[in-house]
């Protein structure tokens, strides 16, 4: 199905060209969804531990269950893939 371009106002099919350039644009979005997942992935453990961090103070106590929690988000990315199927657990 051929695609079409928006100039100035007037709509025109994409050159064999341009759908060939289009089809590249689209594959290496695609190809990159892994890598950007990943990233969500890490970007969102790190703010959790962010938020955490202080517990590991050495003038506190860090409870178990801390300790717990610390470690299910440090062993993430190492389990998953999609960030829509991870399981950020509860902070404590």
Known sequence: MPRF?????VVIALT????????????????G??????????RE????LAATDWTANSDVTMSDAMK???QMLRD??????????????TKP
């Open 5 to 9: 371009k928006n100039v100035d106002g």
């Open 16 to 31: 064999a060209e341009e759908e060939t350039d289009r089809d590249a644009e689209e594959k290496a979005w695609n190809d």
């Open 33 to 42: 969804n892994g890598a950007r997942q990943m990233e969500a992935i890490r």
């Open 45 to 48: 453990r790190d703010n959790l």
């Open 68 to 70: 717990t929690y610390r």
């Open 76 to 89: 993430i990315p190492a389990s998953n893939t999609v960030y829509d199927d991870v399981d950020w657990g």
